[in-house]
């Protein structure tokens, strides 16, 4: 996601916006189908950079109760800070502002404006932790391990009081 528009956003107050439709940065550690897309605007305020847009892309994932893989849409609007700073020294990630805010995310790489850190770290966080294939999904059976969204199994499923499922070891 490298664009050549250093020179347009060098003097201050430049704006720009650019159109995005380009495979998922690496490093998310989630897989994605298809292009992450949208649309990113940035500000030059001078020593900073204000990024903010809108994104989309499709996660694949697995279903937190019976595994199997879904895809889940993300689409959502940010806002974050950015500086001219090198994308490859180390020391631009560890400059904190003088508010004490977050250190901003660098986006140069050479002359050209690299977006694929930003876009990285916001395909991160809004990646949910864990997601449903269905919202009423069934999982496994915890005695068998059938996936009860395919088949029904023949376990007994006889429910015991919590409270007495100590009294229930002393029979066995």
């Known amino acids: 996601m490298r664009y050549e528009i250093r020179h347009q956003l060098s003097p201050r107050d430049a704006e720009i ?3 995005i439709d380009a495979p998922v940065p690496i490093g ?3 897989e994605f189908v298809g292009n992450v897309t949208g649309h990113i605007t940035l ?3 001078g020593g900073q950079v204000a990024a903010w847009g809108h994104l989309e892309a499709t996660a694949l994932m697995k279903c937190g109760r019976c595994l199997s893989e879904h895809e ?3 689409s959502f609007d940010f806002s974050e800070t950015c500086s001219f700073e090198q994308i490859d020294e180390p020391l631009a990630y560890t400059q904190v502002a003088a508010d004490d805010e977050n250190a901003a ?3 140069l ?3 050209t404006v690299d977006l694929s850190e930003l876009v990285r770290q916001r395909l991160v966080l809004h990646t949910p932790p864990r997601s449903l294939c269905q919202p009423d999904c069934k999982g496994f059976c915890p005695h068998c391990g059938t996936n009860l969204n395919v ?3 023949e376990c007994e499923t006889e429910e015991i009081d919590p409270r007495l499922a100590p009294l ?3 029979l066995q």
């Open 17 to 19: 916006t650019v159109e």
């Open 105 to 107: 995310i660098p986006l």
């Open 43 to 45: 500000h030059n305020m």
């Open 109 to 111: 790489d050479g002359d």
């Open 151 to 153: 088949e029904e199994c």
């Open 28 to 30: 998310t550690d989630v």
């Open 168 to 170: 229930r070891e002393l």
């Open 72 to 74: 889940v849409p993300l």
